[in-house]
């Protein structure tokens, strides 16, 4: 979808740096997929600190204890 915005100079410039992209186009598709993907971990780690999301990381101890393990106590 083509949307068209006005950014200023200063603002562009920044985007095109942070973007890495050498285009105006690009470089603003690029910001804000990334901007977006940021505001969406915010928004899980924010539930999960709140208590809204409970993840169990109890299996993931279990192999890690394993992988800790010498062949001896093995």
């Known amino acids: 979808m083509k949307v068209t915005v006005d950014i200023s100079d200063k603002d562009l410039i920044d985007v095109i740096r942070f973007s890495g992209e050498k285009k105006k186009g690009p470089a603003i598709s690029k910001f804000i997929a990334n901007e977006l993907m940021l505001m969406r971990r915010r928004e899980i780690s924010n539930e999960v600190l709140s208590g809204k999301i409970r993840i169990d990381f109890s299996r993931g101890d279990r192999r890690s ?5 010498t062949a001896w106590e093995k």
């Open 65 to 69: 204890q394993n992988d800790r393990m």
